[in-house]
């Protein structure tokens, strides 16, 4: 009987493990052996908008890793591989893998010796017009329309190998309605191709032909309503491609561009081909993709004056993303983390230090909203483009660059930057190539007799583990004959921790510094000043170089997590997160005012009217203050909703008495009084013919590019 249930226990277990490994998603999978890589693509695809389906063949020309007779190539689930033909076009053998659906197996007649080379052609079909089954968990990466279509290269639309590390050169023809334009990787070849016969539904057809002739991740693409822009800025071409009634600051945008570029140049070096498409991206995909050479920005931020720093990040990230690629989705941070701090990097430069810190505030507040999911290090157990994953990965790791650069000091960061693209340009990249490199930078710059900073310890702490420091301080002001004397603790959480940290004491002369080297769960101290420290006048870490949590911080990002399930329509879970931000730090203006436009969605007018007058309850911080402007605005909509028109006016003048223009907020207040906001036919609509719909258009302002909050398009609600 003992026997018996030992054999059932384990035989559950077992069971308990292949479920979860059944449900694993896709990019949690082990990876398995690379044997081929390819070298160069020809692919011949149809775009069918009617039938919103894509058609192809791929000629692909592959090299041995080692000898194997296995080809395994990514395509996409809903891609239906019809034959799969040999150099002699003979058919081979070929299966979906049964653990990994995303995995084609093919099986040669014989094995390729290492450094051999065989090519192969896919012939392969299937609908792709929603996110069901997306290499990208949950994330549209593929669409085909009547509209329009976009063909990303996460979407593995043709057959891949090693993604997203491996380079290659190739042709593509995209075959599409005469009424799209195709805008993407490489050179057009001469103008579209008109391609004989006609489709009774769709009309006439044409080939686009693009040319890919340097190594590199190719393969996005978009179609549709598209005017080419070709512009010219500081010496650079930038081609922009947006609809017509959309391509007005495409002069704007091309500028943009180019002084990212410029700057980006200046501070690692120059990229092969300084050209640039920049391209709009339909909403209901991604915020934003690079590409090499091919920039693509969602159309709900398409506005030059509120994405620069997106831009900037976009044109990053053919630095460290394109030109020099992660290893594996482990390595990511050395590619998005890093180009996540140029956007801080190229504010600094562009807009002074300032600009520079509030991008690294935002920064932080983005790495604690879910920085528990994983370590950095470990960036391939997350969904790539998943909330998770752009605070881990995107957020915490460019928080990592900023505090590695203040451990560096900021001439040997750069130089290390400099280096790492030199070193690594159109290679891959793993994190400890990156560490290698930047501790043999430290050690060069070090001043004759002092260490260098412990680089080791740094990576090992941050990289490896999940944890933030949230410090308190402990301490009592001694007189000395030379002064006065701090003696005091240093304490945080993580008993792991060991890093310098900056001790400032003000003083009723000038303030003084000085560096305590913090380890573990508590730290002792003992500093001697000049002038009598001033009451509440000590703080750590008062550049905010660390990354730390505080009560302030853990409540904004409560709220940007709010924020960010409201903008997917999820409104009873935003609520959930705005009210736990007010139960960390009580009447924060930006939590109730959130919480009352999520109630507004719902159409929950009191409890929505009963938070935006606690908005109003509490003076708001100063890079929130545009608070009080539209809470007056939703709270005259609200009014004007009931047939309340008089109590609605009043709101739409205390709007205007803010004189805050905050996204916009005096010009609708104006337009409010003249006349009033009505819910017709289910939608809230704002009936002024200059305003734009409420839904799916909101008129909510959020921060965007550090700068002051504009205007925000979201979703309509889901279902809940």
């Not at 393969?219 to 081609?239: F, M, R, S, W």
């Not at 394109?322 to 998005?336: F, G």
């Not at 997590?561 to 960390?584: C, T």
């Not at 207040?669 to 006349?675: G, P, R, T």
């Amino acid at each position: 009987m003992t026997r018996s249930r030992g054999i059932s226990r384990r035989i559950g277990l077992f069971a308990l493990i292949m479920s979860f490994a059944a449900a694993a998603p896709l990019y949690a999978q082990a990876p398995r052996p690379v044997n081929f890589l390819a070298t160069h693509y020809d692919v011949s695809a149809t775009l069918d908008a009617i039938g919103q389906s894509l058609s192809a063949v791929a000629k692909v020309d592959l090299v041995a890793i080692e000898a194997s007779s296995n080809v395994r190539a990514e395509l996409h689930p809903n891609l239906v591989v019809k034959e799969v033909k040999g150099p002699e076009g003979k058919p081979l053998t070929f299966e979906r893998d049964n653990q990994n659906p995303l995995f084609v197996n093919v099986q040669l007649f014989t094995p390729v010796a290492a450094n051999g080379h065989v090519t192969l052609t896919f012939t392969y079909a299937g609908l792709l017009f929603n996110e069901e089954n997306s290499p990208v968990p949950g994330v549209r990466v593929t669409s085909i329309t009547k509209d329009g279509a976009y063909l990303l290269l996460p979407a593995r639309w043709f057959p891949l190998t090693n993604y997203p590390s491996n380079r290659y050169t190739a042709t593509f023809r995209l075959n599409v309605p005469e009424t799209f334009a195709v805008a993407g990787s490489g050179k057009t070849v001469s103008a579209p191709t008109p391609v004989a016969g006609k489709n009774a539904v769709e009309g006439s057809r044409v080939v686009y032909t693009f040319e890919c002739n340097r190594p590199a991740q190719h393969g996005t693409y978009v179609a549709g309503n598209l005017q080419l822009n070709p512009k010219q800025a500081e010496g650079i071409h930038v081609a922009v491609y947006a609809p017509r009634n959309m391509s007005g600051n495409a002069q704007e945008f091309a500028a943009d561009v180019a002084r990212a570029a410029v700057a980006f140049s200046d501070l690692f070096g120059p990229i092969p081909d300084p050209n640039f498409t920049l391209i709009q991206l339909p909403e209901g995909t991604l915020r934003e993709f690079a590409g090499p050479g091919v920039l693509l920005l969602n159309q709900r931020t398409w506005d030059p004056k509120t994405s620069d720093r997106a831009i900037s990040r976009l044109v990053a990230s053919e630095w460290f993303g394109v030109q020099v690629a992660p290893a594996t989705p482990n390595d990511a941070w050395i590619s998005d983390g890093l180009a996540r701090y140029c956007e801080a990097l190229y504010a600094e430069q562009t807009a002074g230090k300032e600009a520079g810190l509030r991008a690294v505030d935002e920064f932080a507040v983005g790495a604690l909203m879910y920085e528990d999911a994983a370590p950095v290090g470990q960036a391939g157990r997350l969904a790539p483009y998943s909330p998770d994953y752009r605070s881990v990965v995107m957020n915490k790791g460019a928080m990592l660059f900023h505090m590695l650069r203040a451990m560096m000091g900021d001439a040997a960061f750069k130089t290390a930057l400099r280096d790492f693209y030199f070193q690594f340009a159109e290679k891959s990249a793993r994190i400890e190539d990156f560490e290698n490199l930047a501790e043999r930078r430290v050690q060069a710059s070090a001043k004759q007799g002092q260490d260098p900073p412990n680089l080791r310890s740094f990576f090992a702490q941050w990289l490896n583990s999940t944890g933030i420091p949230e410090f308190t301080l402990d301490y009592v002001v001694y007189r000395t004959p030379k002064g006065f004397r701090v003696v005091g603790k240093i304490k945080q959480p993580l008993d792991t921790f060991h890093m310098p940290v900056d001790l400032r004491i003000d003083t009723e002369g000038n303030p003084e510094t000085r560096t305590i080297d913090c380890t573990g769960l508590e730290t002792q101290f003992s500093v001697d000043v000049f002038g009598r420290p001033k009451p509440l006048g000590i703080k750590i870490d008062p550049n905010n170089v660390i990354l730390k949590s505080s009560t302030a911080l853990r409540a904004r990002a409560a709220i940007a997590r709010g924020e960010d399930l409201a903008e997917q329509g999820k409104f009873y879970d935003a609520v959930a997160q705005y009210q736990k931000a007010l139960s960390i730090q009580p009447g924060r203006p930006l939590a109730n005012f959130r919480m009352g436009e999520a109630f507004f969605y719902q159409k929950n007018y009191q409890a929505s009217a009963n938070a935006f007058k606690e908005a109003l309850q509490t003076v708001p911080e100063p890079s929130e203050k545009w608070t009080e402007c539209w809470s007056h605005i939703y709270l005259g909509e609200i009014f004007d909703i009931l047939g309340q028109r008089e109590r609605g006016v009043n709101e739409y003048s205390k709007a205007k008495q803010t004189n805050d223009n905050t996204g916009g907020c005096q010009v609708r207040a104006e337009l409010l009084i003249k006349k009033p906001y009505s819910e017709s036919h289910g939608e809230l609509v704002a009936t002024p013919a200059s305003m734009e719909p409420a839904k799916p258009a909101s008129t909510v302002p959020v921060p965007a590019s550090g700068e002051k909050p504009v205007l925000k398009k979201r979703p309509d609600p889901a279902p809940q």
